[in-house]
């Protein structure tokens, strides 16, 4: 581990309103910083020379006295090099080099006496900055009515973008200019969740992955989102594209309540002419602080199989019973309710599960709607619906705790919350600690619904740190968190390694819920996983939902070779294996490489990427001599080239499972062919991938 730091102060600036400039260390991502006359923070950016952000200002409204937004003095600038690699507990690569330049820039307000920092943090591949709030008398507790950080992009970008919603993230992207998003928003929005909640008829979400006409890549996020509410977008202006921020909001409308010492998450602008580094770039990761986990050898990536496409596709359910319970959960005699004999998590169907993952070789075995409360979900009691602790009469946790013991399989807890935030965190010691009794170790987390108290959104201050609570306490137990519908990743995970995955984005369920886009985990890559993994949920062979519930007229966009190379293109550390053991069954063959393919990686390399066209990445297990490639097409049809150089000198066998001739993701997604053939660093493979197909790749040294 290297590390270079170098303060240098220049107090009592005589020319504030002069540009101050850092670069990265590489000198190609530029920034300046400058107050306006009336002074007014605000900052510029580019990259090799060419304009990344305009001029675009800083700063914040506040519920009460002067904003904070003009009238600033620079009082001092801080600037510092940083150098170190650090080693993640699971991920792309084993290790990871944080490298950047900082400035900080300090600011005060005479008229109010209150001070603030920008600190700018400039990385080869781009920068983020966050403000900062030091302990002060004139500024001890605020509150954020706006946040008003710009993002000015030059000309009218390509934007590949899902619509502003303070509760959901669960949509399909669409591409389109910048200047075209108001007309597209009607449409962008359709949506089946009842409880989306419109932010704006210009409001966008983040990650927002750019691409201009001369061919720079830009990816706004946010990295380190504590304590504060999740940022969206908004379309500001009608000839300059001026993205402003637009935070989740309280149930009074405001935004974040805040205590100096405090400091914002950071907003990160990555840049770069090649799509692969914006896949490749760890900026979110390195603007979190260190792992605050001493001991983590009790999180492990982990391959698993589950009772869970049964009740996406409405094949069984998640209830046990269709009576409405009459009384208080705690207080239900569930001897007296009658079973309306379609559960999926009855012992039997559980046990098939845990013999198929034992037989095949996966860590783990999902089960929801194991516990009582499913029958009222999302009516009268919500606010006290689910305990998380009483299995349903049918669901013998004893035994089936015991049974996958024996076999060497883990079992996956659910708690879905039905977004009843205070039920949950009311019973949170109690249900992790009946984890920790029963031998679980890993929990699939949900917030389905409007949240209760009512008149809060899932991505504001109160909900964020709802969600951070619940890992860090989880962290006190040793349990892992996959949290599906919390608020989208911010690199939170180098910190807390136990937040294995999350949800927070359009998942597999919406193949049996009318379908995706086929170019859907073409994008994925470029912006939900900017923060971090996504328990995507992939490995559906049967795409014709109708023949699983005659009821439900839904298609799988994707071809069975596309569903092999989610493993790679999607990266986590959490991979499940959707479909049911019978569709497996039928193509056994291709089942093969879900069984191999690994879930740890000592490094990555991203051969081939286009926003929503196609991602091609190779990876090499951790600690293991065997590599995997996997690429994901979108819509069009095309021949993927891709180098083998990665690999070390020598002989190996590589396993191609790739879209048969007349593959589509429509009419053909069964037409597969597998073959091996002999490989070397020098091999160079030209393979074609269908609409909405793939291929996928296993590599292992011949002795
Ligand atoms: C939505 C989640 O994304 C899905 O995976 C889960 O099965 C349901 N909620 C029920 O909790
Ligand atoms: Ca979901």
Redo the contacts with the bound molecule.
């Keep these: 581990m290297k590390k270079i730091l170098t303060f240098v102060t220049l107090a009592a600036l005589a020319a504030a309103a002069q540009a101050q400039t850092v670069t990265s260390p590489d000198g190609q991502v530029k920034l300046d910083f400058t107050l306006t006359p009336s002074g007014q923070p605000q900052y510029e950016m580019s990259y090799k020379g060419k304009e990344v952000i305009k001029p675009s200002r800083l700063g914040f409204e506040l519920m009460k006295g002067k904003a904070l937004k003009d009238g600033f003095k620079v009082s001092g600038i801080d600037t510092l090099t940083f150098d170190e690699t650090w080693t993640p507990v699971w991920g792309e690569e084993n290790a990871i080099r944080n490298h950047y330049k900082e400035m900080r820039v300090n600011l005060e307000q005479p008229e109010t006496g209150r001070k603030m920092s920008i600190a700018f943090r400039l990385f080869n591949d781009g920068m983020g900055f966050r403000y900062e709030f030091p302990m002060q008398k004139k500024l001890a507790h605020f509150t954020i009515s706006d946040e008003l950080t710009e993002f000015a992009v030059p000309g009218n970008p390509t934007a590949y973008w899902i619509p502003g919603d303070w509760d959901t993230q669960?949509y399909d992207y669409t591409k389109s200019r910048l200047s075209e998003i108001p007309s597209l928003m009607d449409e962008a929005y359709t949506h089946h969740n009842k409880w989306q909640s419109f932010a704006g008829p210009r409001t966008i979400q983040t990650a927002l992955q750019l691409k201009s006409d001369d061919g720079l890549y830009v990816n706004l996020h946010e990295a380190a989102l504590i304590n504060y509410p999740c940022m969206h977008l908004d379309l500001v202006g009608d000839t300059a594209f001026v993205l402003k921020a637009n935070l989740a909001a309280d149930p009074a409308g405001m935004k974040a309540n805040m205590q100096a010492p405090c400091t914002t998450p950071w907003r990160t602008v990555i840049v770069s002419d090649d799509a692969r580094d914006i896949l490749a770039s760890r900026i979110t990761y390195n603007l979190n602080d260190p792992c605050k986990i001493e001991d983590t050898s009790w999180i492990k990536p982990c391959k698993y199989v589950g009772v869970?496409w049964e009740?996406?596709t409405g094949k069984s359910k998640?209830s046990y019973t269709n009576d409405l319970p009459d009384t208080h959960i705690d207080k239900v005699d569930w001897t007296k309710v009658k079973p309306h004999g379609r559960h999926g998590a009855t012992t039997a169907n559980t046990k098939r599960y845990i013999d198929f993952a034992a037989e095949h070789g996966f860590d783990a075995v999902l089960v929801?709607g194991w516990n009582i409360g499913w029958e009222d979900w999302s009516n009268r009691f919500k606010d006290e619906v689910f305990d998380f602790v009483t299995p349903y009469p049918d669901f013998d946790l004893p035994y089936l705790r015991d049974y996958a013991k024996s076999k060497g399989v883990k079992l996956i807890m659910?708690h879905?919350t039905s977004s009843s935030v205070r039920n949950y965190e009311r019973r949170l010691d109690q249900a992790y600690q009946f984890m920790k009794d029963n031998g679980y170790d890993a929990v699939?987390s949900?917030y389905?619904g409007n949240i209760i108290p009512r008149g809060n959104n899932h991505f504001s201050q109160w909900l964020v740190n709802h969600y951070q609570y619940c890992v860090e306490k989880a962290a006190d137990y040793k349990i892992m968190v996959n949290a599906?519908?919390a608020v989208r990743p911010t690199g939170i995970a180098r910190t807390w390694p136990n937040l294995i995955a999350n949800?927070s984005a359009r998942?597999t369920?919406y193949q049996a819920f009318g379908g995706s886009k086929p170019s859907h985990c073409t994008i994925l890559p470029f912006t939900r996983q900017i923060g971090g993994p996504m328990?995507y949920?992939p490995g559906i062979f049967e795409n014709d939902v109708e023949k699983i519930n005659p009821k439900k007229k839904s298609w799988v966009n994707s071809t069975i070779p596309q569903q092999l190379s989610l493993y790679l293109t999607m990266y986590s550390p959490l991979q499940m294996a959707a479909d049911f053991p019978e569709h497996y069954a039928k193509y056994m063959d291709a089942f093969q490489f879900i069984k191999d393919v690994a879930v740890d990686w000592d490094k990555s390399w991203y051969l081939e990427a286009e926003p929503m066209e196609y991602v091609t990445v190779a990876r090499k297990a951790k600690g293991e001599d065997r590599w995997f490639v996997g690429s994901t097409n979108g819509y069009d049809p095309r021949t993927s080239e891709v180098k083998l150089s990665f690999l070390p000198k020598g002989k190996y066998k590589a396993t191609i499972y790739r879209d048969g001739e007349n593959a589509h993701y429509k009419t053909n997604p069964h037409d597969y062919v597998i073959e091996t053939r002999t490989v070397t660093p020098s091999t160079k493979l030209k393979i074609k991938t269908a609409a909405g197909g793939g291929y996928a790749i296993s590599i292992v040294p011949i002795q």
Excluded: A, P
Aim: glycine share 12%.
């Design positions: 669960e869970w009740m996406i998640w929801e659910h879905e699939k949900g389905v599906h519908e949800e998942g369920e328990d949920t």
